[in-house]
């Protein structure tokens, strides 16, 4: 069967920092934090970051490890040498109209962002 630990699906990278992509698609040498929620992505780049929203490239597989993460909330997912595909990138509080509903995330984590 299929591990649910595996993850192909619509993932988000937050960064402090306020800068464009130079193109739709790019490549990390070396380890990358993602997460399923956009909600945790914004929370990392802050009021004046980028949010990346990414699809790793066909074939590309990025590992779950919130089990083991201090932070299991996050909904973390590791990838590690992967080219992805930039499909948006958000600025500062812009956020995508459907954030509360962001498809591939594990069932088991709610993206509470009420508080």
């Known amino acids: 069967g299929k591990s649910q630990d595996v993850i192909v699906d619509t993932i988000y990278h937050g960064v402090n920092e306020a800068f464009t992509a130079p193109s739709?698609?790019?490549t990390y040498y070396g380890p990358i934090s993602?997460?399923?929620?956009?909600?945790?992505?914004?929370?990392?780049?802050?009021?004046?970051g980028r949010v990346f929203?990414?699809?790793?490239?066909?074939?590309r597989r990025?590992?779950?490890?919130?089990?083991?993460?201090?932070?299991?909330?996050?909904?973390?997912?590791?990838?590690?040498?992967?080219?992805?595909?930039?499909?948006?990138?958000?600025?500062?509080?812009?956020?995508p109209r459907n954030w509360r509903r962001i498809p591939g995330g594990p069932s088991n984590i709610d993206d509470d962002d009420d508080d």
């Open 24 to 26: 739709f698609q790019g």
């Open 34 to 48: 993602t997460t399923f929620f956009f909600s945790v992505a914004r929370q990392f780049a802050g009021n004046h």
């Open 53 to 59: 929203e990414l699809y790793p490239a066909f074939g």
């Open 62 to 95: 990025g590992l779950r490890v919130d089990w083991l993460s201090n932070y299991p909330d996050e909904g973390e997912v590791l990838h590690m040498n992967t080219s992805f595909q930039i499909a948006n990138v958000y600025q500062g509080l812009e956020a």
